[in-house]
């Protein structure tokens, strides 16, 4: 899908190693280290950056757990694009959320998990609903070449793919279709199991389309 291909363009792929020794502050050789703050919180959560020889990776915890990212999830000093770099935005009884950008339509969230047993992943899309890490993705299949919407719940598991209608959603980018204008400043609202995504026509007044994703 397109996030997870930009994705791997924002931090690249493989396992790299590193030096025993680590230099956490890392402000005489790690210059991206002088742009973003070497820790940030958010409420009982912290994300530090820690240079190893060179690249950088990302710790983060609570009062309960304390772990570093994988590999993956690691950039290097010389950095220059600082959007690019992933960044704390929010937090839940699971995850928190880290997001990165290179672009408007191109961004990813990594999703570090708040229990120690799970593993980070990648969330693709738009996130609709923080409480369930819900998100949803408009893309185009590569089998029917029919435009598509996928929301996936990622405390539960639980995806929902639903076809939409070629006369309402074309062009390369389908996220083009929505209308931002306010009050509805993101294209979309969810809310009790509703989600409406707000299209951009011709008319004077924006149309809806909604989807009751209660199953999930």
């Known amino acids: 899908m397109r996030h997870l ?3 791997c363009a924002l931090i690249g792929l493989g396992v790299l190693a590193h030096s025993q020794e680590d230099n956490i502050w890392g402000l005489d050789t790690c210059n991206v280290l002088n742009y973003i703050p070497d820790t940030t919180n958010l409420d009982d959560v912290y994300v530090r950056y820690v240079n190893r020889s060179g690249r950088v990776d990302i710790e983060y915890g609570n009062a309960n757990v304390s772990k570093t990212l994988p590999s993956w999830c690691s950039f290097e000093c010389t950095d220059k694009y600082i959007p690019s770099i992933p960044t704390m935005e929010w937090k839940n009884e699971e995850f928190v959320g880290l997001t990165m950008g290179c672009g408007t339509y191109c961004f990813a969230t990594i999703l570090a998990p708040l229990r120690a047993e799970d593993t980070a992943q990648i969330a693709d899309g738009y996130l609709i609903d923080t409480n ?4 949803m993705n408009l893309y185009w299949d590569t089998v029917t ?3 598509m919407m996928e929301v996936m719940n990622y405390h539960t598991g639980k995806r929902l793919e639903i076809k939409l209608k070629s006369k309402v959603f074309w ?21 009790e199991k509703i989600l409406t995504l707000y299209l951009d026509t011709d008319k004077k007044k924006y149309q809806s389309i909604e989807f009751d994703l209660t199953e999930l």
């Open 145 to 147: 070449f029919k435009p």
């Open 5 to 7: 291909i930009c994705f």
């Open 132 to 135: 369930q890490t819900l998100f």
């Open 171 to 191: 062009g390369a980018i389908l996220e083009e279709r929505l209308d931002y204008s306010p009050p509805h400043s993101d294209g979309f609202l969810f809310r």
